[in-house]
């Protein structure tokens, strides 16, 4: 073989060089799209559930800081309010009620137990509504809960009132104190007018039920605490839904209602 000159040798280096460089690069590559291949791929629908998640904790960690109005009152064993919505069993707490003044009114919570003047039980499925300015000024009502989904057709609510009529007389526990509340609720009015009543005494406590009235079914548990005031814990519900659970609940908020003594009655 003839002896090449040493330009031939030069470029002969050159391309040897060049090719070297191109396998190098080509490694590159392939090491290059091997580790890509290695990274899972996160789809638009996963990226999306991802922020879902992450949403659902922030606001599952912002309710937990930040309870509900209605739960302030009872502290946070306050009956899981998730239980009509998981379909967890129901639990009970007690709310503590403040019987404040009729110019107090459009507020949720009640008070705190050694504030009460009041008090009874409410299942973790009620709701609580906070009385209007007439509610509140005309009717007495200081407390309302309804239970989820009845559309309010099934409550119980707190009245309190302060003097029998106009010339001060005191309330006593009798068919005027309850024709007193009535005065405030057309319904109630109607059931008494044109239902059955019937009445139980125990204790500084009387039970009037009402049933067969066009106005709905009722059970208004009443008192007089030691300043003269009228208490009456009010429960009422289609006449037809008063049976099953919703009787068992109704029965067991009533028989829970209990009063507590005051230093005044606007106080």
Known sequence: MAAMSGSARVEQAGIVGFRSKLVRASRLDDAAC????????VTRREAFSSLAA???MMIGAAEVAHPAPA???YGADAGGSTAAV???DVTWSTFYGAAAPPATYGYLGGTT???AKYSYEVPSDWVE?????VEKGAGGQDSRWVKTGSRGAINVKCL???RAGEDGAAFGLTDKALQAIAGADSKLQESINSGTVSSAKSGDFVTFTISGGTGGDYAVKITIDNTGRLFAFVASTPSDKY?????????????????????????
């Open 34 to 41: 091997d580790v890509d291949a290695s990274r899972p791929t």
């Open 86 to 88: 998981s379909g967890e």
């Open 113 to 115: 137990k050694d504030k």
């Open 54 to 56: 992450l949403g659902a």
């Open 71 to 73: 739960l302030a009152a």
């Open 129 to 133: 509504e906070a009385p209007s300015k």
């Open 160 to 162: 309190t009132l302060n």
């Open 243 to 267: 049976k099953g659970e919703t009787k068992k609940t109704l029965d067991r908020m009533v028989g829970s209602f209990r009063t507590y003594e005051s230093v005044s009655q606007f106080v």
